[in-house]
T-cell receptor, first 113, second 112 residues
Framework: GNSVTQMEGPVTLSEEAFLTINCTYTATGYPSLFWYVQYPGEGLQLLLKATKADDKGSNKGFEATYRKETTSFHLEKGSVQVSDSAVYFCALTERSSASKIIFGSGTRLSIRP | SQTIHQWPATLVQPVGSPLSLECTVEGTSNPNLYWYRQAAGRGLQLLFYSVGIGQISSEVPQNLSASRPQDRQFILSSKKLLLSDSGFYLC???????????FGSGTRLTVV
């Protein structure tokens, strides 16, 4: 079945450091890929998405590129801020059945001032 | 704009008691609706999803069930709770485009 694997956290970085959170997937067909973020005390919200191979999703300085050859969708940011501290979830949905949305286990990110 | 209501926010229930969590969506019609459980350190687990009234897809065999009696209402139930049912339950909706637009504020269930 379809699945999403994320790097385990917690990830702790200093402010202005470069961030990468790895995400790989297993899916039949051609899934759409997403990153969601959950800030402390808040609900989940969509951060960015990509719907086909080589697409790059971006938002709030974060980027992720849909790599079909490596079945990956790694989240990156060039210079993190304390306000980026949150839990990040990678997710996918099958294009053929946009109903079923599968999440990874989440990666907790903490940024030190 | 669309909003999603989920209640109660917290719940403490004894083992073997029944459960009913309700989720309603406003501002949209014919949404896809979802129930997820977020257990500590285990991420989001898809429990049920529904693409229409009376249509329920179950992802994880367990003692939970879901129902969709109305277009914008999604209910998570159990006849007898287990300790392992403790967790944070989230309702969400999607317009059917593949991404989840809005999540409910969640219900923290503790089974004692």
């Amino acid at each position: 079945g379809n699945s999403v694997t994320q790097m385990e956290g917690p990830v702790t970085l200093s402010e202005e450091a470069f961030l990468t959170i790895n995400c790989t997937y297993t899916a039949t067909g051609y899934p759409s890929l997403f990153w969601y973020v959950q800030y402390p005390g808040e609900g989940l919200q969509l951060l960015l998405k990509a719907t086909k191979a080589d697409d790059k999703g971006s938002n709030k300085g974060f980027e992720a590129t849909y790599r079909k050859e490596t079945t990956s969708f790694h989240l990156e940011k060039g210079s993190v801020q304390v306000s980026d501290s949150a839990v990040y979830f990678c997710a996918l949905t099958e294009r053929s059945s946009a109903s079923k949305i599968i999440f990874g286990s989440g990666t907790r990110l903490s940024i030190r001032p | 704009s669309q909003t999603i209501h989920q209640w109660p926010a917290t719940l403490v229930q004894p083992v073997g008691s029944p459960l009913s969590l309700e989720c309603t969506v406003e501002g949209t019609s014919n949404p896809n609706l979802y129930w997820y459980r977020q257990a500590a350190g285990r991420g989001l687990q898809l429990l049920f999803y529904s693409v229409g009234i009376g249509q329920i897809s179950s992802e994880v065999p367990q003692n939970l069930s879901a129902s969709r009696p109305q277009d914008r209402q999604f209910i998570l139930s159990s006849k007898k709770l287990l300790l392992s049912d403790s967790g944070f339950y989230l309702c969400a909706w999607s317009p059917g485009t593949g991404s989840l637009d809005t999540f409910g504020s969640g219900t923290r269930l503790t089974v004692v």
